[in-house]
């Protein structure tokens, strides 16, 4: 095991600019990647259960169906990552770019989306339950088929919804009063 951690470490810290690491399936849980540039990276079904990406670059990585429950990505760079599927339960992306990403079915739960850029993102079919949406912005973000259920009404009052797609969107359940 040890040996397989250290590979890892050798890996992430290769610069990976011109490089597409293929970490699909990797078991990376509560790995320190603060900073780490995995950009174009593949981490399908990537086990990230509790791991450290604050200022991590995922731009254009392959994030489908990956853990990242309770996962720290504070102002993490994800444009045009695709998240399909995606387990983000109790994950704080507070400040995170997360602009044209595709978050088609990804469980929200409990998420915290303090002041992240959501612009262009595509939420279709997400659930978002208890998540904290305080200063988000979602401008020309799709939410077609998704389900908000437990959102303090206070964090919806300032985020950006112009020309957003909310075709079919559901609310579930009562917003809490704020």
Do not use: C, W
Request: glycine share 6%; charged share 15%; proline share 1%.
């Amino acid at each position: 095991m040890e040996f397989f951690q250290s590979s890892i470490y050798l890996v992430l810290n290769f610069q990976t600019r011109s490089l597409k690491p293929d970490l699909s399936g990797a078991d990376l849980l509560g790995a320190d990647l603060n900073g780490a540039d995995l950009s174009g990276a593949d981490l399908t079904r990537a086990q990230l259960y509790r791991s450290n990406l604050e200022s991590a670059n995922l731009s254009d990585a392959n994030l489908d169906f990956a853990n990242l429950t309770s996962a720290n990505l504070t102002s993490a760079k994800l444009y045009s990552a695709d998240l399909i599927g995606v387990q983000l339960r109790d994950a704080n992306l507070i400040d995170a770019q997360l602009r044209y990403t595709n978050l088609t079915s990804a469980q929200l739960r409990y998420t915290n989306l303090t002041g992240a850029n959501l612009h262009g993102a595509y939420l279709n079919g997400a659930y978002l339950f208890g998540t904290n949406l305080t200063d988000a912005q979602l401008r020309d973000a799709n939410l077609a088929d998704a389900q908000l259920a437990q959102i303090d009404r206070t964090s919806l009052e300032v985020i950006i919804l112009s020309g957003a797609n909310l075709s079919g969107f559901r609310k579930i359940n009562k917003l809490i009063a704020g």
